[in-house]
C-alpha cells in the first residue's frame, strides 16, 4: 500500500484544545520554523528539543552523538520529552527520531496534539544535501540508505493524531492549516 501524506486527522483527543502541540517529521521538514509560526499565532512558548537537549548538556547534537552515541543523546531526548510533554500550552519541535522511540510516542500520544509534517520522499530528498554536516544520522549513509530510513519512520510518524501535508505550502499555510485541523482559533498574519 502506497503511504498517504496528505492532510487527516485520525483522532483528536477529547481535551485537544488544552494540550501542548508536538510537531514530528523527518529531518528537514520544517518543524522549528513551522513551529515558530505557531508560537506567533497562539502566543505559546516554543521550544525545539534539539536546542534543549544542547543547551542542557553544554554540547551540540553532533557532539553528543560522537563522544557518547546516539543511545546517550536518545536517553537524553527522552528526558526532555518527558519533562515539557507534560507542560500547557507549548509547541515542541522534536527531533526526527524522537517520535521513532516507543516511550516516546506513547507519551506524546497521551499529553500532547501530534501533529505529522508530511511530504513523500520526492520532496524531502530535496533537503537532505544542506542538512548532512549538522544532522549525525546523515553523515556516511547514502541517499538509498536515507531513503530506506525515511520509509521506516513514515509508520511511527503517521500514529500521530494529525497530519499535514508541507509541499506547496509555505510554514505560515502550514501553520493555518493545523489550527484549522485542530480547531484551535487563530488569526492569519
Known sequence: MTPSYDDSV??????ALERSLALVGFMGIG?????????????WLFLDTDSLIETR???????????????RFRELESEVVT??????QRILALGGGAFIQPANRDL???????????????????????????????RDRSL?????LFDARHTAYDQAHVRVS???R???QVANRILELIGLPFEAP
Not at 485520525?10 to 481535551?15: A, Q
Open 31 to 43: 518543524k522549528t520554523t513551522v513551529g515558530g509560526e505557531l508560537s506567533s499565532r497562539l502566543g
Open 108 to 138: 506524546l500520544l497521551e499529553r500532547c496534539v501530534v501533529v505529522y509534517l508530511a511530504a513523500p520522499w520526492s520532496h524531502v530528498s530535496r533537503s537532505i544535501h544542506r542538512l548532512k554536516n549538522t544532522r549525525p544520522l546523515l
Open 166 to 168: 508541507t509541499p506547496g
Open 170 to 172: 509555505n510554514p505560515a
Open 144 to 148: 538509498t540508505q536515507l531513503h530506506e
Open 57 to 71: 548538556s553544554n554540547m551540540t547534537v553532533r557532539e553528543i552523538f560522537d563522544w557518547f552515541g546516539e543511545a
Open 83 to 88: 519533562v515539557e510533554s507534560a507542560r500547557p
Open 10 to 15: 485520525r483522532l483528536l483527543p477529547p481535551d
